[in-house]
């Protein structure tokens, strides 16, 4: 079974630090892109960053010059390493992992698919 796990939240004050990873397992992966999204409560889950497999990013505006996205191909990772936060930052992260996932079934047969990955989301708190 493919699992994207989150790891790295939690409260953190205002214009303090935090760094979230996330790791795929369960499969060989080939992930065009990796990424993470944040939602906030009563609002829609936003993009933050996201990164191809051959190294270009994109941030949203609102954490441009905050935050920096990697990855590890070989790993199949993606870390999130936010700074200055602020209370707006506050939101359940969650990483998104798009492309082709391989893995055997029970009966050990080989199966793939393409499809887009969710962790389960990991939260961040910023205490003004």
């Known amino acids: 079974q493919v699992r994207l796990v989150e790891s790295g939240g939690g409260l953190v004050q205002f214009g303090g630090s935090v760094r979230l990873s996330c790791e795929a397992s369960g499969g060989i992966f080939n992930f065009e892109t990796m990424a993470w999204y944040r939602q906030a409560p009563g609002r829609q889950r936003e993009l933050v960053a996201a990164m191809t497999n051959t190294g270009t990013s994109n941030y949203a505006d609102s954490v441009r010059g905050r935050a920096t996205i990697s990855r590890d191909n070989a790993k199949n990772s993606v870390s999130l390493q936010m700074n200055k936060l602020k209370p707006e930052d506050t939101a359940v992260y969650f990483c998104?992992?798009?492309?082709?996932?391989?893995?055997?079934?029970?009966?050990?047969?080989?199966?793939?698919?393409?499809?887009?990955?969710w962790g389960q989301g990991t939260q961040v708190t910023v205490s003004s």
């Open positions: 998104n992992a798009e492309g082709t996932a391989t893995w055997f079934d029970s009966d050990s047969v080989p199966r793939a698919e393409r499809n887009s990955y």
